[in-house]
């Protein structure tokens, strides 16, 4: 059972929308603590995606974007393409744990 | 350019201690802020942060694990170095080293996140 709590799965057409969402507490996301995304292709190693909340690391696409809004952030994704086919985790601090936490991960398929 | 390879046995026995190490380039440990961490990943599941290690020696562990875990670096040979006691077949997986990158914001403290992974090796452990 992870801290962080994501969907198992989201799917989406080529060319839409869809969203990840993360979900915390007071002792994580809710306390303040920033939230990152990491991508992770299969059979590969995960890769930074969203760094404090809503920041795109240099060479990442500007259809991924991330928010943060209480106890919970969110992943979008536009402009969906084959390619983004993967592995999404959310990951924060948690004050209670006094460590780093990741969510359980979204497997995203694009139909 | 960032490289990171993590190195080690991919199969130990139960009760045995594994020594997994991350070679890396591009960056020094030894440089002010820079933190090095090692993740595992088990097959089909998701990640866990295992241990940090900071550029002035301050170590950080998972609270469930680190009476098993200890991790060094030697700056000198850019690398850093994680043991795990006391292994178990709950204990196979994927482990990763990754770069901890740090920044302050007022009111929340220092964050911290893993821009740069390494490759991960497959750690089974059985009899």
């Known amino acids: 059972q992870s801290v962080l709590t994501q969907p198992p799965s989201v799917s989406g057409a080529p060319g839409q929308r869809v969203t990840i969402s993360c979900t915390g507490s007071s002792s994580n996301i809710g306390a303040g603590y920033d939230v990152h995304w990491y991508q992770q292709l299969p059979g590969t190693a995960p890769k930074l995606l969203i760094y404090g909340n809503n920041n795109r690391p240099s060479g990442v696409p500007d259809r991924f974007s991330g928010s943060k809004s209480g106890t919970s952030a969110s992943l979008a994704i536009t402009g969906l393409q084959a390619e983004d086919e993967a592995d999404y985790y959310c990951q924060s601090y948690d004050s209670s744990l006094s460590g780093w936490v990741f969510g359980g991960g979204t497997k995203l398929t694009v139909l | 350019q960032v490289t990171l390879r993590e190195s080690g046995p991919a199969l130990v026995k139960p009760t045995q201690t594994l020594t997994l190490t991350c070679t890396f380039s591009?960056?020094?440990?030894?440089?002010?802020?820079?933190?090095m961490s090692w993740i595992r990943q088990p097959p089909g599941k998701a990640l866990e942060w295992l241990a940090r290690?900071?550029?002035?020696?301050?170590?950080y562990y998972s609270t469930s694990l680190k009476t098993r875990l200890t991790i060094s670096k030697d700056t000198s040979k850019n690398q850093v170095v994680l043991t795990m006691t006391n292994m178990d077949p709950v204990d196979t997986a994927t482990y990763y080293c990754?770069?901890?990158?740090?920044?302050?914001?007022?009111?929340?403290?220092?964050?911290?996140?893993?821009?740069?992974w390494g490759q991960g090796t497959l750690v089974t452990v059985s009899s």
């Open positions: 591009g960056f020094s440990l030894s440089t002010g802020g820079m933190c």
């Open positions: 290690i900071d550029w002035d020696d301050d170590k």
């Open positions: 990754a770069r901890t990158k740090t920044y302050y914001y007022d009111g929340s403290g220092y964050q911290y996140y893993f821009d740069y």
